[in-house]
């Protein structure tokens, strides 16, 4: 299986940042999509942002043009550097990976959030 760990959550103010980070247990390479994915208190889990092994990026449209998602193939890692945070974006946020050949999907523990003054 693929093992998965997020890092940096923390509590910000409004219209703070914070960055986000994935480590994966196996190289990213071999694995087809990763992504971040989140669920606050109540609602749905939701997606936040994507990206393919090649480096195609997909985003949630309540965070585009606020968040970037990246890869760093040689330390395998996914981050999430996220901009102008508001209260909306409170939530646990969780690391996703799906494989490219099985199509299986590992998740991460998660890590929280909280954007608030």
Known sequence: QVQ?????????????????????????????????????????????????????????????????ISRDNAKNTVSLQMNSLKPEDTAVYYCKATLLISGLEYWGQGTQVIVSS
């Open 4 to 68: 998965l760990v997020e890092s940096g959550g923390g509590l910000v103010q409004p219209g703070g940042s914070l960055r986000l980070s994935c480590a994966a247990s196996r190289s990213i390479s071999s694995i087809y999509l990763m992504g971040w994915y989140r669920q606050g208190a109540g609602n749905e889990r939701e997606l936040v942002a994507r990206i393919t092994r090649g480096g195609t990026t997909n985003y949630g449209e309540s965070v585009k043009g606020r968040f970037t």
